[in-house]
């Protein structure tokens, strides 16, 4: 498991939307938002989403918890 990485392997359950980062302005549109598809590292809901993800992989492989 690459562990840099284990938070863009997580999935979110609320619909999230983020502003034009400058640079990427689409002019015709100013006004627009993005919807994210995937979690990103610094948001809340990335640990417990990912660690949510992990645990039902575990217990699908017949794994208990301790």
């Known amino acids: 498991m690459d562990v840099k990485s284990i938070f863009l392997n997580g999935y979110i359950e609320v619909k999230i939307y983020v502003y034009q980062p400058p640079g990427f302005i689409d002019f015709e549109h100013p006004n627009h938002v993005y919807k994210m598809k995937n979690p990103l590292n610094g948001l809340k809901q990335a ?5 949510e993800r992990l645990s039902n992989f575990l217990i699908d492989l017949s794994f208990v918890r301790g």
Do not use: A, D, L
Not at 47 to 51: D, F, I, K, L, T
């Open 47 to 51: 640990p417990r989403s990912w660690y």
